[in-house]
Protein backbone atom coordinates (compact mmCIF):
# COMPACT_ATOMS: atom_id res chain seq x y z
CA UNK A 1 0.00 0.00 0.00
CA UNK A 2 1.33 3.19 -1.34
CA UNK A 3 0.37 5.40 1.59
CA UNK A 4 2.46 3.04 4.18
CA UNK A 5 5.23 3.48 2.12
CA UNK A 6 4.66 7.45 2.39
CA UNK A 7 3.97 7.65 5.68
CA UNK A 8 7.14 6.10 6.44
CA UNK A 9 8.94 8.86 3.73
CA UNK A 10 7.29 11.28 5.90
CA UNK A 11 8.90 10.10 9.08
CA UNK A 12 12.48 9.64 7.50
CA UNK A 13 12.31 13.00 5.91
CA UNK A 14 11.86 14.63 9.60
CA UNK A 15 14.22 12.38 10.82
CA UNK A 16 16.92 13.26 8.92
CA UNK A 17 16.19 16.63 8.57
CA UNK A 18 16.87 16.21 12.78
CA UNK A 19 20.04 14.27 12.20
CA UNK A 20 21.68 17.00 10.20
CA UNK A 21 20.40 19.14 12.78
CA UNK A 22 22.02 17.55 15.29
CA UNK A 23 25.37 16.97 13.35
CA UNK A 24 26.01 20.56 12.32
CA UNK A 25 25.53 22.10 16.24
CA UNK A 26 26.89 19.28 17.86
CA UNK A 27 29.15 17.36 15.61
CA UNK A 28 32.37 17.94 18.06
CA UNK A 29 30.81 16.85 21.33
CA UNK A 30 32.52 13.98 23.08
CA UNK A 31 30.54 11.39 24.26
CA UNK A 32 33.11 9.55 26.26
CA UNK A 33 36.40 7.90 26.83
CA UNK A 34 37.33 4.62 26.04
CA UNK A 35 39.27 2.09 28.17
CA UNK A 36 41.09 -1.29 27.23
CA UNK A 37 39.14 -2.89 29.40
CA UNK A 38 35.89 -2.23 27.51
CA UNK A 39 38.09 -3.10 24.01
CA UNK A 40 38.93 -6.23 25.35
CA UNK A 41 35.52 -7.23 26.72
CA UNK A 42 33.43 -6.83 23.19
CA UNK A 43 33.10 -3.24 23.16
CA UNK A 44 30.40 -3.13 26.04
CA UNK A 45 29.43 0.48 27.26
CA UNK A 46 31.11 2.07 24.19
CA UNK A 47 28.71 4.35 22.33
CA UNK A 48 28.83 3.25 18.94
CA UNK A 49 25.58 4.26 16.88
CA UNK A 50 22.42 5.99 16.93
CA UNK A 51 19.31 3.37 17.29
CA UNK A 52 15.69 3.70 18.06
CA UNK A 53 14.46 0.69 17.33
CA UNK A 54 14.38 -1.02 20.38
CA UNK A 55 16.29 -0.64 23.61
CA UNK A 56 17.67 -3.89 26.17
CA UNK A 57 17.63 -3.41 29.48
CA UNK A 58 18.41 -5.47 31.81
CA UNK A 59 15.52 -4.87 34.85
CA UNK A 60 13.13 -4.74 32.43
CA UNK A 61 13.23 -6.15 29.17
CA UNK A 62 13.13 -5.52 25.70
CA UNK A 63 11.70 -2.31 24.65
CA UNK A 64 10.39 -1.89 21.11
CA UNK A 65 9.96 1.80 19.82
CA UNK A 66 9.48 2.41 23.72
CA UNK A 67 6.75 0.06 24.07
CA UNK A 68 7.20 -2.94 26.65
CA UNK A 69 5.89 -6.68 25.36
CA UNK A 70 3.49 -6.66 27.70
CA UNK A 71 2.25 -3.10 26.59
CA UNK A 72 2.62 -4.18 23.03
CA UNK A 73 0.29 -7.20 23.63
CA UNK A 74 -2.49 -5.43 25.05
CA UNK A 75 -2.45 -2.65 22.58
CA UNK A 76 -1.03 -3.63 18.94
CA UNK A 77 -4.19 -5.13 16.92
CA UNK A 78 -5.04 -8.75 16.71
CA UNK A 79 -7.56 -11.13 14.72
CA UNK A 80 -9.70 -12.22 18.28
CA UNK A 81 -9.61 -10.46 21.95
CA UNK A 82 -7.71 -14.06 22.65
CA UNK A 83 -5.22 -14.36 20.71
CA UNK A 84 -1.86 -12.27 20.16
CA UNK A 85 -1.10 -9.65 18.10
CA UNK A 86 -0.54 -9.96 14.94
CA UNK A 87 3.38 -9.03 13.74
CA UNK A 88 2.20 -6.86 10.77
CA UNK A 89 1.22 -4.57 13.83
CA UNK A 90 5.15 -4.38 15.14
CA UNK A 91 6.40 -3.86 11.69
CA UNK A 92 4.24 -0.93 10.90
CA UNK A 93 5.51 0.17 14.52
CA UNK A 94 9.12 -0.48 14.02
CA UNK A 95 8.72 1.06 10.47
CA UNK A 96 6.32 4.33 11.54
CA UNK A 97 7.06 4.31 15.14
CA UNK A 98 3.06 4.64 15.73
CA UNK A 99 0.63 1.98 17.40
CA UNK A 100 -1.05 0.76 14.08
CA UNK A 101 -5.05 0.73 13.52
CA UNK A 102 -6.40 -2.21 12.45
CA UNK A 103 -7.48 -1.16 9.08
CA UNK A 104 -3.33 -0.29 8.65
CA UNK A 105 -2.58 -3.90 9.75
CA UNK A 106 -5.14 -5.80 7.79
CA UNK A 107 -3.66 -3.44 4.51
CA UNK A 108 -0.70 -4.39 5.40
CA UNK A 109 -1.44 -7.88 5.27
CA UNK A 110 -2.93 -7.29 1.71
CA UNK A 111 0.18 -6.01 0.23
CA UNK A 112 2.60 -8.11 1.51
CA UNK A 113 -0.05 -11.03 0.11
CA UNK A 114 0.65 -9.52 -3.66
CA UNK A 115 3.95 -9.54 -3.20
CA UNK A 116 4.30 -12.54 -1.88
CA UNK A 117 4.64 -14.98 -5.11
CA UNK A 118 8.06 -17.17 -4.91
CA UNK A 119 9.76 -18.09 -8.74
CA UNK A 120 10.31 -20.83 -9.26
CA UNK A 121 13.49 -20.83 -9.55
CA UNK A 122 13.57 -20.48 -5.80
CA UNK A 123 12.18 -23.98 -4.98
CA UNK A 124 14.10 -25.70 -7.83
CA UNK A 125 17.55 -24.18 -5.69
CA UNK A 126 16.17 -25.60 -2.24
CA UNK A 127 15.46 -29.10 -4.01
CA UNK A 128 18.51 -29.28 -5.18
CA UNK A 129 20.02 -29.28 -1.64
CA UNK A 130 20.93 -32.50 0.02
CA UNK A 131 17.67 -33.18 2.18
CA UNK A 132 20.25 -33.22 5.14
CA UNK A 133 20.98 -29.51 4.79
CA UNK A 134 20.05 -27.77 8.12
CA UNK A 135 16.89 -25.97 7.49
CA UNK A 136 18.77 -22.51 8.12
CA UNK A 137 21.22 -23.02 5.06
CA UNK A 138 18.15 -23.66 3.22
CA UNK A 139 16.69 -20.61 4.20
CA UNK A 140 19.54 -18.29 3.38
CA UNK A 141 20.51 -20.31 0.53
CA UNK A 142 16.51 -19.57 -0.69
CA UNK A 143 16.83 -15.99 0.11
CA UNK A 144 20.13 -15.47 -2.09
CA UNK A 145 18.37 -17.55 -4.93
CA UNK A 146 15.89 -14.40 -4.54
CA UNK A 147 18.59 -12.04 -5.93
CA UNK A 148 17.84 -11.48 -9.88
CA UNK A 149 14.33 -10.25 -8.60
CA UNK A 150 16.30 -7.32 -6.79
CA UNK A 151 14.22 -3.90 -7.66
CA UNK A 152 16.59 -2.25 -6.43
CA UNK A 153 19.89 -4.25 -7.71
CA UNK A 154 18.02 -3.83 -11.07
CA UNK A 155 17.77 0.44 -10.06
CA UNK A 156 21.72 0.48 -9.31
CA UNK A 157 22.82 -1.38 -12.51
CA UNK A 158 20.56 1.56 -14.34
CA UNK A 159 22.30 4.11 -12.21
CA UNK A 160 19.83 5.67 -10.08
CA UNK A 161 20.67 8.40 -7.86
CA UNK A 162 21.47 7.54 -4.41
CA UNK A 163 18.63 9.69 -2.93
CA UNK A 164 16.03 7.59 -4.13
CA UNK A 165 17.90 4.21 -2.82
CA UNK A 166 15.74 4.22 -0.22
CA UNK A 167 12.69 4.14 -2.66
CA UNK A 168 14.08 0.61 -4.15
CA UNK A 169 15.34 -0.80 -1.18
CA UNK A 170 12.06 -0.66 0.61
CA UNK A 171 10.29 -2.70 -1.94
CA UNK A 172 13.44 -4.87 -1.63
CA UNK A 173 12.56 -5.63 1.78
CA UNK A 174 8.50 -5.39 1.23
CA UNK A 175 9.19 -8.23 -1.25
CA UNK A 176 11.22 -10.15 0.84
CA UNK A 177 9.07 -10.23 4.28
CA UNK A 178 6.02 -11.28 1.97
CA UNK A 179 7.66 -14.64 0.56
CA UNK A 180 9.66 -15.63 4.01
CA UNK A 181 6.24 -17.44 5.13
CA UNK A 182 6.43 -19.09 1.55
CA UNK A 183 9.81 -20.26 1.47
CA UNK A 184 10.06 -21.29 5.28
CA UNK A 185 7.23 -23.48 5.12
CA UNK A 186 8.11 -25.69 1.53
CA UNK A 187 11.57 -25.86 3.66
CA UNK A 188 9.75 -27.40 6.30
CA UNK A 189 7.18 -29.67 4.46
CA UNK A 190 10.45 -30.54 2.51
CA UNK A 191 12.23 -31.77 5.40
CA UNK A 192 9.30 -33.40 7.66
CA UNK A 193 6.43 -33.76 5.50
CA UNK A 194 7.87 -35.57 2.60
CA UNK A 195 7.65 -32.92 0.61
CA UNK A 196 3.49 -33.05 0.62
CA UNK A 197 3.54 -29.16 0.31
CA UNK A 198 0.22 -26.82 1.04
CA UNK A 199 -0.56 -24.33 -1.40
CA UNK A 200 -1.00 -20.78 0.39
CA UNK A 201 -4.76 -19.32 1.58
CA UNK A 202 -4.08 -15.58 0.39
CA UNK A 203 -7.24 -15.08 2.21
CA UNK A 204 -5.08 -15.43 5.72
CA UNK A 205 -2.55 -12.88 7.59
CA UNK A 206 1.07 -13.18 7.51
CA UNK A 207 1.45 -15.54 9.85
CA UNK A 208 -2.06 -17.11 9.45
CA UNK A 209 -0.86 -18.38 6.26
CA UNK A 210 2.94 -19.48 7.02
CA UNK A 211 0.63 -21.48 9.85
CA UNK A 212 -1.81 -22.78 7.17
CA UNK A 213 1.05 -23.85 4.50
CA UNK A 214 3.37 -25.55 7.44
CA UNK A 215 -0.33 -27.25 8.55
CA UNK A 216 -0.19 -26.33 11.72
CA UNK A 217 -3.48 -26.35 13.65
CA UNK A 218 -4.89 -23.03 14.88
CA UNK A 219 -4.13 -23.79 18.59
CA UNK A 220 -0.54 -25.35 17.97
CA UNK A 221 -0.22 -21.77 16.26
CA UNK A 222 -1.64 -19.67 19.48
CA UNK A 223 0.60 -21.38 21.83
CA UNK A 224 3.95 -20.79 19.27
CA UNK A 225 3.19 -17.21 19.14
CA UNK A 226 2.48 -17.17 23.10
CA UNK A 227 5.68 -18.64 23.49
CA UNK A 228 7.19 -15.89 21.14
CA UNK A 229 6.00 -12.95 23.19
Known sequence: MEYIKNRFYEKAIKCNAEFQRIRKDHGDVVLGQVTIDQVLSGMKGIPALVTETSKLDANEGIRFKGY????????????????????????????????????????LSKDWSTRSH????VFDVIDALPKNSRPMTQFITAITALAPESVFQKAYRAGVNKKFYWDFMYEDVMNLIARLPRIAAYIYRRMYHKGKHIEPNHNLDWAGNLAHMMGFESTEVKDYFAYIW
Do not use: A
Request: aromatic share 4%.
Open 68 to 107: SIQELRKQLPKIDDEGEPLPEGLFYLMLIGEIPDKEDVLN
Open 118 to 121: VPQH
